[in-house]
């Protein structure tokens, strides 16, 4: 009787060996056949939308219809700004983002500078042509306003220094 | 656990609350009633907001001292307790200086005469085509000195104190620094940043591996408002969704709005640098890190900023990504002081000096470390 039972534990323990071990193999070459994982498009943007599913879903989670929702709406906006602001920031801060920017603003002033050059001359003999003053004329007459402003300053300067010095020998 | 929940939101909205018999609490029909209000109030401001007058900034009674070219100094009415008058710099170009009295009970600078300082303000002005030949030295060594004199001539007092916001900082402090013959008794530098090797997102922008300061100054000539509006909208590309979810949430209330139309106005109106003066900002300050340095020579005068002697008081605001805070703070181990504070206070470039944060936290600051010194 107690061989009998033995020898069906065996058995038993063989069979489970068997079974474990064909588990493992089984589970080994699956793994290694399962082919790798598509790129997720989403990667980057992953953590923005999932903590706004999750603020969404805890948003229903814990809220009976009343103008209460509306605070938690606006909670919920806040936050989602305030993490796409997160995200932003970071793909702004960093040499790739500065170098495009530095190569778009280039590209603006390699097209500007031409049309900027030709629309100024157009317009310079445009109103020329009508005997009216033009820009140009304008601002260098404001530059020279300028100057003599600061030319004044200068003697009005000289002149309250010597004030001041006469001031000084007379007391 | 939450998708049942979600069942349920989606069943008291089909169905309301009638199944199993229960009525709407009465503090839930008092919560509907105050929402259904603040709608229609809602809905009443935003028609004045469409056709409301422009708000009326700039308040606080005030004399024009002098005028230089576009650059203005005033002089702010008060009782003129502190026998020492400050000269407040702010920044040059970027916007207009009402931000600092935007609007009664909301103004940096009626605080300031409500506590008795004698309050001069440097209003640079709106350049034009004509200015794009200033540069930062003429600033430094021309109109600065100017304004200082014209402080001290007006007020009769041997000494003065000078706060710089912003890009008003660097350049008071350079002022301050190679200007030893005038009687600076206390230096402020709010939100002004210092050094720039920690400026943050502008000081990769504009660094000079990407960008090419003298193209961009030689094809433009100057840097319109546009383009500055553009740099400071991309700075913080969210900043227009989440005020206007803020307008739109505190719509009911009319002193928000009152203080949102001031502010707006404010914060749509950009001016123009003048070319040279952008070409120095960013190449030397920017890109050189020239102040902090000691690199900087002004009309044969050596700028450094150890030669700074005065007591100084350095503010900066916590969220700050214009000009962050270590950038800030830096002026505090630069300069030769030997009484030298430096504080960090809750907000950004603005809410420091404009709002109900300011008032709180920010404006009693700079006049309780000023008032035993003046």
């Given at each position: 009787m107690a061989d009998a039972t033995a020898a069906s534990a065996q058995f038993f323990d063989m069979w489970r060996k068997q079974l474990e071990e064909s588990t493992q193999a089984w589970t080994r070459m699956v793994s290694q056949a399962a082919p790798p994982a598509p790129p997720d498009p989403l990667a980057f943007w992953r953590p923005v939308l999932n903590q706004g599913l999750e603020q969404w879903a805890r948003m229903f989670a814990q809220t009976p219809v009343s103008p209460d929702l509306a605070t938690q709406w606006k909670q919920f906006l806040d936050q989602w700004i305030e993490a796409w602001s997160r995200v932003l920031g970071q793909a702004m801060n960093t040499d790739a983002f500065a170098q495009l920017m530095g190569k778009s603003l280039e590209t603006m002033l390699a097209v500007q500078a031409p049309i900027k050059k030709q629309t100024e001359q157009a317009i310079e003999q445009a109103v020329s042509t009508l005997n009216l003053a033009s820009r140009t004329q304008l601002t260098a007459v404001a530059k020279q306003i300028v100057e003599l402003e600061e030319r004044l300053e200068r003697v009005e300067d000289g002149v309250q220094a010597i004030l001041r010095r006469l001031d000084k020998e007379r007391a | 656990m939450g998708q049942e929940r979600f069942a349920d939101v989606v069943e008291r909205f089909t169905n309301g609350f009638a199944s199993g018999g229960a009525a709407a609490s009465p503090e839930t029909v008092k919560q509907w009633q105050e929402e259904l209000d603040r709608n229609v109030r809602r809905l009443t401001n935003l028609g004045k907001l469409a056709t409301a007058a422009e708000p009326r900034t700039g308040q606080t009674p005030r004399e024009e001292i002098y005028k230089r070219n576009k650059s203005r100094l005033y002089r702010y009415a008060s009782s003129r307790r502190h026998r020492t008058p400050i000269l407040f710099v702010p920044n040059l170009g970027i916007s207009r200086p009402y931000i600092f009295d935007l609007m009664p009970n909301g103004s940096f600078i009626e605080h300031m005469t409500r506590e008795g300082f004698d309050f001069y303000l440097l209003d640079w002005g709106v350049f034009g085509p004509e200015d794009n030949d200033l540069t930062f030295e003429e600033c430094v060594t021309k109109i600065l000195p100017r304004m200082a004199r014209k402080v001290l001539e007006t007020s009769g007092a041997e000494s003065l104190s000078v706060l710089g916001y912003c890009m008003g900082a660097p350049l008071s402090a350079s002022f301050v620094a190679s200007h030893p013959e005038i009687p600076v008794k206390n230096f402020i530098n709010m939100a002004g940043p210092i050094d720039f090797s920690q400026i943050g997102l502008f000081g990769l922008w504009l660094d000079k591996r990407y960008f090419d300061v003298d193209r961009f100054v030689d094809t433009l000539g100057a840097v319109p408002a546009?383009?500055?509006?553009?740099?400071f909208k991309l700075l913080k590309p969210t900043m227009d969704l989440s005020t206007n979810l803020n307008l739109w949430w505190n719509l009911w209330n009319d002193k928000y709005v009152e203080g949102f139309t001031a502010l707006n106005k404010w914060a749509n109106e950009y001016v123009a640098f003048p070319g040279e003066f952008f070409r120095d900002w960013v190449r030397d300050f920017y890109q050189g890190n020239k102040l902090v340095r000691g690199e900087l020579v002004f009309g044969g005068r050596p700028v450094?900023?150890?030669?700074?002697?005065?007591?100084?008081?350095?503010?900066?605001?916590?969220?700050?990504?214009?000009?962050?805070?270590?950038?800030?703070?830096?002026l505090i181990d630069a300069v030769g002081s030997q009484e030298k504070d430096y504080i960090e206070l809750p907000g950004g470039h603005i809410s420091l000096i404009a709002g109900r944060g300011a008032a709180t936290h920010c404006w009693p600051k700079v006049s309780g470390w000023l008032a035993p010194r003046s």
């Open positions: - | 546009d383009l500055v509006k553009a740099g450094r900023l150890r030669d700074i002697r005065c007591p100084i008081f350095v503010v900066g605001a916590k969220e700050d990504y214009i000009a962050p805070p270590a950038c800030v703070r830096a």
